[in-house]
């Protein structure tokens, strides 16, 4: 069984920085793009941060280039998302996803259950 564990969430300060993290089981890793996305209050879903099956294609959301950083751990089964100099227009549900292709056209086929951030001006 395929679980996605998010973490890190909270409520910060513009400016300030989170990191979330997600826990990772019942698929083999190398065999999955992964991914953050993101859901705000009354809005659709958007991805955020992706990375291809092999390390180095990554694709990011326009208004968080620069600012955030997705990566993983492969021997830890984690991914994770650093997030720098939060807005807050960045408050939102992020989600930890995987998927055997990872399309922008298809939705994924794996997702957690996401975790809060809020950031306060």
């Known amino acids: 069984e395929v679980q996605l564990v998010e973490s890190g969430g909270g409520l910060v300060q513009a400016g300030e920085s989170l990191r979330l993290s997600c826990a990772t089981s019942g698929f083999t890793f190398d065999d999955y793009a992964k991914g953050w996305f993101r859901q705000a209050p009354g809005k659709g879903r958007e991805e955020v941060a992706l990375?291809?099956?092999?390390?180095?294609?990554?694709y990011y959301l326009d208004s968080v280039k620069g600012r955030f950083t997705v990566s993983r751990d492969t021997s830890k089964r984690a991914v994770y998302l650093q997030m720098n100099n939060l807005k807050p227009e960045d408050t939102a549900v992020y989600f930890c996803?995987?998927?055997?292709?990872?399309?922008?056209?298809?939705?994924?086929?794996?997702w957690g259950q996401g975790t809060q951030v809020t950031v306060s001006s």
């Open positions: 990375m291809s099956k092999v390390p180095g294609s990554t």
């Open positions: 996803a995987i998927d055997p292709i990872g399309s922008l056209s298809v939705p994924w086929r794996f």
